[in-house]
């Protein structure tokens, strides 16, 4: 059964530094791999969408990568902001129309 | 504008009570899809519609029942609630029922506290 674990747990660095967060995935068998952004008392919103035959994304100060083989998923977020607090999450869809996200990492970009 | 909405947004209840959990998505979605978060902000998969018909339905009680009267609606019931209950439920909709070409949009959540 697939597994999502997102490292670190909890996260905290001062404005301006990059970062990456980091997911691994068991079943390399999937079809994309999501990252979303999850605000307090707010839905979940999506970033990035990697195709299971694509490398890498972007958009922004935003990139994920994706090495499929190794089932390993980083977000990098550059030059990180105070409005970029939030709860990320990284979610893999496999065959049987399933979803399966981690558990997140808890950001806090203070100012 | 508001894609994909839910209500109630808070619902506090006590044990063994019956409620449901409304949806709707203006996008013009095919997919519907209903996702429970534990206090450990884990995502799981409950249930899963494509154009009112059921496609997923994980492991979950037969308490919980949804109900799609139209391809914008997706509801969720829930009988008897108890106390391991209390989640964050979210809504979520995608045009592509299998989920590869794009995204899932989700609903605020419906914060659900069983006492």
């Known amino acids: 059964k697939q597994e999502v674990t997102q490292i670190p747990a909890a996260l905290s660095v001062p404005e301006g530094e990059n970062l990456v967060l980091n997911c691994s995935f068991t079943d390399s068998a999937i079809y994309n791999l999501q990252w979303f952004r999850q605000d307090p008392g707010k839905g979940l919103t999506s970033l990035l969408l990697?195709?299971?035959?694509?490398r890498e994304q972007t958009s922004g100060r935003l990139n994920a990568s994706l090495d499929k083989s190794s089932g390993r998923s980083t977000l990098y977020i550059a030059a990180s902001q105070p409005g970029d607090s939030a709860t990320y999450l990284c979610?893999?869809?496999?065959?049987?129309?399933?979803?399966?996200f981690g558990t997140g990492t808890s950001l806090t970009v203070i100012p | 504008d508001t894609a994909v909405s839910q209500t109630p947004k808070y619902l506090v209840t006590q044990m063994g009570n019956d409620k449901s959990i409304k949806c709707e998505q203006n996008l013009g979605h095919d997919t519907m899809y209903w996702y429970k978060q534990d206090s450990k902000k884990f995502l799981k998969i409950m249930f899963s519609y494509n154009n009112k018909e059921l496609i997923i339905n994980e492991t979950v009680p037969n308490r919980f029942s949804p109900k799609s009267p139209d391809k914008a609606h997706l509801n969720l019931h829930i009988n008897s609630l108890e106390l391991g209950d209390s989640a964050v439920y979210f809504c979520?909709?995608?045009?592509?029922?299998?989920?590869?070409?794009?995204?899932?949009?989700f609903g605020p959540g419906t914060r659900l506290l069983v006492l």
């Open positions: 979610a893999v869809y496999a065959a049987g129309n399933q979803f399966y």
């Open positions: 979520a909709s995608s045009q592509d029922p299998t989920g590869v070409q794009e995204t899932q949009y």
């Open positions: 990697i195709q299971s035959s694509q």
